[in-house]
């Protein structure tokens, strides 16, 4: 059982705008920041989002992040085959004094 | 060029010792924290724990404390994963990954680089 909670799939057409949410609580989401990160079949997880809303360099801005109390999202729009990866997301725990991340959202381009 | 290069694949019985490698490059390896992240079969990721090399500070995830040890050598750039007695649980993939910030305060710190991971397997 996953510290954060985000749904396990997620899906859409190439075009549309799909959204991943990631709960929490006031020991993490609610007094950090929020980070995304991409994980590609059989490949290492890559930083998309990190502090709520910034991207990296390379990272399109069809990928975008918000956080409202306790809770985040991200958004990817105009999807593409190649956002069909996993998805997860991760803030610093005071309580716990380590990392949590979400369990992972899987997104399919259909 | 930051690059973590890890060991290659392992495939252990229950019981046995291993010990799995990390080496940094492109970067001043001591000023950097080294975190460590589980990911079992098909499964979420997991932060184990992390170390600063410049002075060993090492630091565990309550779940992962008294499983495993992390350590590090400067003098050749290269963290370590290691366990004492194996168990058919610990098959995963296990990742390294660096924070972005210097420092011994930057523990928190979010991941930005990450080592292509090693897999262990253990079965009897």
């Known amino acids: 059982q996953s510290v954060l909670t985000q749904p396990p799939s997620a899906s859409g057409t190439p075009g549309q705008r799909v959204t991943i949410s990631c709960s929490g609580s006031?020991?993490?989401?609610?007094?950090?920041?929020v980070y995304w990160y991409q994980q590609l079949p059989g490949t290492a997880p890559k930083l998309l989002i990190y502090?709520?809303?910034q991207r990296p360099s390379g990272v399109p801005d069809r990928f975008s992040g918000s956080k409202s109390g306790t809770s985040a999202s991200l958004a990817i729009s105009g999807l593409r085959s190649e956002d069909e990866a996993d998805y997860y997301c991760?803030?610093?725990?005071?309580?716990?004094?380590?990392?949590?991340f979400g369990g992972g959202t899987k997104v399919t381009v259909l | 060029e930051v690059q973590l290069v890890q060991s290659g694949a392992e495939v252990k019985k229950p019981g046995e010792s291993l010990k799995i490698s990390c080496k940094g490059s492109?970067?001043?390896?001591?000023?950097?924290?080294i975190g460590w992240v589980r990911q079992m079969p098909g499964k979420g990721l997991e932060w184990m724990g992390i170390?600063?090399?410049?002075?060993?500070?090492?630091r565990y995830s309550p779940s992962f404390q008294g499983q495993v040890t992390i350590s590090a050598d400067k003098s050749i750039s290269t963290a370590y994963l290691q366990w004492g007695s194996l168990k058919a649980s610990d098959t995963a993939m296990y990742y390294c990954?660096?924070?972005?910030?210097?420092?011994?305060?930057?523990?928190?710190?979010?991941?930005?680089?990450w080592g292509q991971g090693t897999l262990v397997t253990v079965s009897s």
């Open positions: 991760a803030a610093w725990d005071d309580s716990l004094s380590g990392w949590v």
């Open positions: 170390i600063y090399p410049g002075d060993s500070d090492t």
């Open positions: 990954a660096r924070t972005y910030c210097s420092g011994g305060s930057c523990y928190s710190g979010y991941y930005q680089h």
């Open positions: 492109g970067y001043s390896f001591t000023t950097y924290w």
């Open positions: 006031s020991s993490n989401i609610g007094v950090n920041y």
């Open positions: 502090r709520n809303n």
